[in-house]
Structures are given as structure tokens and as C-alpha cells.
């Protein structure tokens, strides 16, 4: 069992950076991939970006590559997105999810079995 607590969002204008944080429970933190995803009212929860249990390989979504930059420590159970260049179209509410390490795809939301309760981030133009 793995519990994740999102921290980090907030207001921001057009251009300017946040850092999200997600903490996990749990004693097994490096055995699990680690995704990022974000939802817009009223869509589907779509993937921004991921990182291998042990950190080695990371994955973006093309709308944030060079943007934001996902990374962990697995000494503290942390996993990060730091966020620069945002656009109002950043908006959205971020998960953090936890997938077992080659199970599934580390796009597909439906693979991960752990979730966050979401953290808002708003841009403003």
C-alpha cells in the first residue's frame, strides 16, 4: 500500500515557475514508476511526464518537454515536477501516481494504481 500527498500548486502568472511535490508512504518507494498527470475540467486525466523506479529514465508529454523536468529521491519517498515557462493552458488539477515497474504503460492512467488527491495549479495570463 503506498499513499500519496501532492503539495505545490497554487496561483502563478504567465511564464513563471512552480514546483510540485508528491510524498510517499511505504517502505517499497523505488519499486514503483512514478507519473505525473493533469486533468482540465472536463476532460480525461492526460500524462505529463514519468520517472523509472530508480530514476533513471524519465518520459514527458510533448506539450511540456523542455518545460518540465520530473525527478525523485528515493531516500525521502519524494517525486518532483518542477514546472518554468507556464501558459494558461498549464491550468489544470496534478496528480501524482505510483505503477509497479513494468506493468503496463507508463502513459496510460488506467496502469497506475496509486493516486494523489490533486493539487491545483492555475495560470494567469
Known amino acids: 500500500q503506498v499513499q500519496l500527498i501532492e503539495s505545490g500548486g497554487g496561483l502563478v502568472q504567465a511564464g513563471g515557475s512552480l514546483r510540485l511535490s508528491c510524498a510517499a508512504s511505504?517502505?517499497?518507494?523505488?519499486?514503483?514508476?512514478m507519473g505525473w498527470f493533469r486533468q482540465h475540467a472536463g476532460e480525461d486525466r492526460e500524462f505529463v511526464g514519468a520517472?523509472?523506479?530508480?530514476?533513471?529514465?524519465?518520459f514527458y508529454a510533448d506539450s511540456v518537454k523542455g518545460r518540465f523536468t520530473v525527478s525523485r529521491d528515493n531516500a525521502e519517498n519524494t517525486v518532483s515536477l518542477q514546472m518554468n515557462s507556464l501558459t494558461p493552458e498549464d491550468t489544470a488539477v496534478y496528480y501524482c501516481?505510483?505503477?509497479?515497474?513494468?506493468?503496463?504503460?507508463?502513459?496510460?492512467?488506467?496502469?497506475?494504481?496509486?493516486w494523489g488527491q490533486g493539487t491545483q495549479v492555475t495560470v494567469s495570463s
Open positions: 511505504g517502505r517499497t518507494f523505488s519499486n514503483y514508476a
Open positions: 520517472i523509472s523506479g530508480n530514476g533513471g529514465l524519465t
Open positions: 501516481g505510483a505503477r509497479s515497474s513494468g506493468h503496463g504503460s507508463i502513459y496510460h492512467a488506467p496502469d497506475y494504481i496509486y
